[in-house]
């Protein structure tokens, strides 16, 4: 197992926020990681567009997980218009 971070940028709308949250710990469970701390990092301007989109929520998570995990999730939050970007970089 791997410590990792998970950075999410979210719609900034707080309904599309909250369910782009929810569906992200519950593809976490599914796949079998373990949420070791959450930070909300809060609302902000975007420095360039996203799917046209100016503003964001950013959402961080440590999480820890076998590496081959992170790479089949890709294609899930790809999927899902509430999340804009996400990036797992290695603690």
Known sequence: MRLYEAMFVFRAE?????EGKVFTKVEFEKAGF??????????????YQIQ????????LYEVECPPEKVSVL???FQLKPE?????????
């Open 34 to 47: 373990v949420i070791k701390n959450e930070a909300d990092l809060g609302e902000r301007d975007l420095s």
């Open 74 to 76: 890709d294609s899930t």
């Open 14 to 18: 707080d309904a599309r926020f909250a």
């Open 83 to 91: 999340i804009l970007k996400f990036l797992f970089t290695r603690k």
């Open 52 to 59: 046209k989109e100016t503003k964001a929520h950013y959402y």
